[in-house]
């Protein structure tokens, strides 16, 4: 096995692999020998880097959550300007990428969320905070589109970036299940094209009555 003097090879080594190996397993389907076997490195180093399974599992979420954050940096950075063409550009692209991608694994937090939530609190709150911090971001872009009169304002931001979000992550269950993207096209065009618009203005016309 190649040696390095970068002291942060290893650990990234470890972390790359062992998110792509939850990813396709599973946390309890992945054993350290795994994860050691597929980062190369020798078993015993894991422990040289990771007091255990659980606080490497916390250190992948934390690295996830801020890969979700560098790529809605790049996603805003190309989306168009007005607020909710942006709001369905993001979702294109996310769209695009679980279409890319051979084994549709759906998404590290809402897996995680599924196997580890009641099992670790550590993970739970790093999940936790992975969730809220895109919810926040959708919201911040939904409180533009409001703004602007492109989205419903009756409903708050943040209640709408929930709903976003747990239609979105239910969609990624059905993609696995279905081996399909169709759920996430079909869930998102009925948020995003009806739940997200706003009420059709009032037409002033009193209803006709009986005589």
């Known amino acids: 096995m190649a040696r390095t003097a970068d002291k942060t090879d290893i650990p990234l080594r470890l972390t790359q692999a062992g998110r792509d190996l939850f990813s396709r397993q599973g946390y309890n389907a992945t054993g350290i020998q795994q994860i050691t076997d597929h980062a190369g490195v020798p078993k015993g180093s894991f422990y040289n880097h990771f007091e255990s399974k659980e606080v490497f599992a916390v250190a992948i979420i934390e690295q996830y959550a801020e890969h979700l954050q560098r790529s809605w ?105 279905e081996k399909s993207t169709t759920p996430l096209r079909d869930s998102m065009a009925l948020v995003l094209d009806h739940l997200f618009q706003p009420a059709a203005p009032a037409t002033g016309i009193p209803p006709t009555t009986k005589e």
């Open 73 to 177: 940096e790049a996603m805003m950075a190309a989306a168009p300007a007005q607020p909710m063409a942006a709001i369905r550009y993001v979702f294109a692209e996310m769209m695009a990428y679980h279409e890319r991608k051979e084994l549709q694994a759906g998404c590290l937090v809402g897996n995680f969320a599924a196997e580890m939530a009641l099992a670790s609190d550590a993970c739970r709150q790093g999940l936790l905070q992975a969730q809220l911090a895109w919810r926040e971001r959708l919201a911040g872009m939904i409180e533009r589109a409001q703004a602007a009169g492109e989205v419903r304002a009756d409903l708050p931001a943040p209640v709408l970036s929930a709903l976003a979000w747990d239609t979105w992550e239910g969609a990624l269950l059905r993609m696995k299940l």
